[in-house]
Structures are given as C-alpha cells and as structure tokens.
T-cell receptor, first 116, second 109 residues
Framework: DTGVSQDPRHKITKRGQNVTFRCDPISEHNRLYWYRQTLGQGPEFLTYFQNEAQLEKSRLLSDRFSAERPKGSFSTLEIQRTEQGDSAMYLC??????????????FGSGTRLTVV | GQNIDQPTEMTATEGAIVQINCTYQTSGFNGLFWYQQHAGEAPTFLSYNVLDGLEEKGRFSSFLSRSKGYSYLLLKELQMKDSASYLCAFYSNDYKLSFGAGTTVTVRA
C-alpha cells in the first residue's frame, strides 16, 4: 500500500468551471476525511465518510460542494461554479476504524486548486 | 470549534531547543496530536497524547495536561530541516481532528 493518493496534484481552472478531485485512501482504513487549507492556516474540516456513508458535513461546505464515496473505497470531491475564494489546498486523509492507533490520520499530498 | 491556540511563529538557532505551546477547549477530548508540515506538503504525524504526561520520541517530545487543556511540543537539537509549520490537532470523541493555525518554526544557522 502506497498510502493516501490524491489526483490531480495541481488544478488551475477558470472561475465558474466545475472541478472534481479524487482520493484513494489506505485500503484497510474505513474512515475518509476531506480538509481545505489556505496559506498560513491549519487544515479546516469539510466532510467525512465511514465506509460509503457521509457522516458529517461542515458548514464551510456550501451547496456548490459535493463529496461521494460510492463503494466505500475511493472518494471524489466536486466543486461546481468555482469561485476565486475556493483557491486552496484540498487534503484527503484516512484513518483506522477505531481511530486510536496512535497514528491519527494519514494525509495525501493534496490537490492545490487555483481559480483564475 | 475547539478554540485551539498556538503561537504563530518561533525562531531558534541550530542545536537549540524550542517549545511550542498549544491550548484547547477540553469538551469532547479524545486525544491530542502534533503534525509537522513543510511548505507545499501534506501534514505528517509527529506525536499523539491521550494521557497526561510526557511522550518522548527521539529529538521530539510532547506533553499533555488534560485538566488544563494544554499541550506542548518540544524540539531538541534543532536542525535546519526542522524548519516547518507545526500543527496542534484536537481529536474529538466523534473521531474528528480539528487543527490549530500552526506555528511556523524557523531554524537559523
């Protein structure tokens, strides 16, 4: 297992376009998280899944954002009608079921989105 | 939120020791993590505390006081490669990590 993979690493898009990011978690992890990070700030929670069920969505996640994890494996995060304020690093992480392994989350390398 | 508070920046010289403090609201506490993040990269795990006391791991140690809602990360024998952002993260009992804004540590020769 090579860890958490995210694709693409970088995305530049024009304002108003839709974008979709993919995350492949560590195979035995059943929890998957999406975070957003802007310069000089810590990661902000967006949403998380346990298997295929989306258990929580942050109030930061407007109705332009949607996330799926259809088979409980990989996940996608879609942003519709992108705005310049959406420019950020989007981080995906996964964790063991009980979350108490002492290793916390394992993060992917992130997708850096630039909206021009 | 958990009102996680940590200093914005710290500077130290190579070989020195730096202590990064973190305070948080204690409600729903399930653990306290420290992550290191180099510019443009993902956070990587450094330490985890769930009980009071000091956890030592090589040059890095982390301390927790649950009753005070307080933790610190101690970096000893600083090296240039330790220049990075250090994130304090509150692990809640609904299995979510909430991060502080991070402390940028600059190590000077």
């Amino acid at each position: 297992d090579t860890g958490v993979s995210q694709d693409p690493r970088h995305k530049i898009t024009k304002r108003g376009q839709n974008v979709t990011f993919r995350c492949d978690p560590i195979s035995e992890h059943n929890r998957l998280y999406w975070y957003r990070q802007t310069l000089g700030q810590g990661p902000e929670f967006l949403t998380y899944f346990q298997n295929e069920a989306q258990l929580e969505k942050s109030r930061l996640l407007s109705d332009r954002f949607s996330a799926e994890r259809p088979k409980g494996s990989f996940s996608t995060l879609e942003i519709q009608r992108t705005e310049q304020g959406d420019s950020a690093m989007y981080l995906c992480a996964s964790s063991h079921p009980d979350g108490t392994s002492g290793y916390g989350y394992t993060f992917g390398s992130g997708t850096r989105l630039t909206v021009v | 939120g958990q009102n996680i508070d940590q200093p914005t920046e710290m500077t130290a010289t190579e070989g020195a020791i730096v202590q990064i403090n973190c305070t948080y609201q204690t409600s729903g506490f399930n653990g306290l993590f420290w992550y290191q993040q180099h510019a443009g990269e993902a956070p990587t795990f450094l330490s985890y505390n769930v009980l009071d006391g000091l956890e030592e791991k090589g040059r890095f140690s982390s301390f927790l006081s649950r009753s005070k809602g307080y933790s610190y990360l101690l970096l000893k024998e600083l090296q240039m490669k330790d220049s990075a952002s250090y994130l304090c993260a509150f692990y809640s009992n609904d299995y979510k990590l909430s991060f502080g804004a991070g402390t940028t540590v600059t190590v000077r020769a």
